[in-house]
Nanobody
Framework: QVQLVESGGGLVQAGGSLRLSCAAS????????MGWFGQAPGKERECVAA????????YYPDSVKGRFTISRDNAKNTVYLQMNSLKPEDTAVYYC???????????????????WGQGTQVTVSS
């Protein structure tokens, strides 16, 4: 079982930045592919970034490329999401997700992840 705890959400003006953190409980965190998903009211949960266990492969959808950066520190069992140039349409609850995986592949569909955090709200005002 893996417990994930997100932090760093909040209210920010358009054009501003936030850094989300996700701390994992598992000692073998380094063998988990990690993802960040955003879910706006009335919409499906969508992947905004994913990173393989080594950090060697990273996924971003076009909507956040050049603005969001995912990174991980396996020694600290933590994954980060740096969010820059935020837009009102980025407003959502952001969830951290984990999948035990040795393949080195990233995943961007929510059903491909086994463990989820409780979510942190990000609100971008115009």
């Amino acid at each position: 079982q893996v417990q994930l705890v997100e932090s760093g959400g909040g209210l920010v003006q358009a054009g501003g930045s936030l850094r989300l953190s996700c701390a994992a409980s598992r000692r073998i965190f380094s063998r988990y592919t990690m993802g960040w998903f955003g879910q706006a009211p009335g919409k499906e949960r969508e992947c905004v970034a994913a990173i393989t266990w080594s950090g060697g492969s990273i996924y971003y959808p076009d909507s956040v490329k050049g603005r969001f950066t995912i990174s991980r520190d396996n020694a600290k069992n933590t994954v980060y999401l740096q969010m820059n140039s935020l837009k009102p349409e980025d407003t959502a609850v952001y969830y951290c997700a984990a999948r035990e995986d040795y393949s080195g592949l990233y995943y961007y569909r929510s059903y491909e992840y086994n463990y989820w955090g409780q979510g942190t709200q990000v609100t971008v005002s115009s």
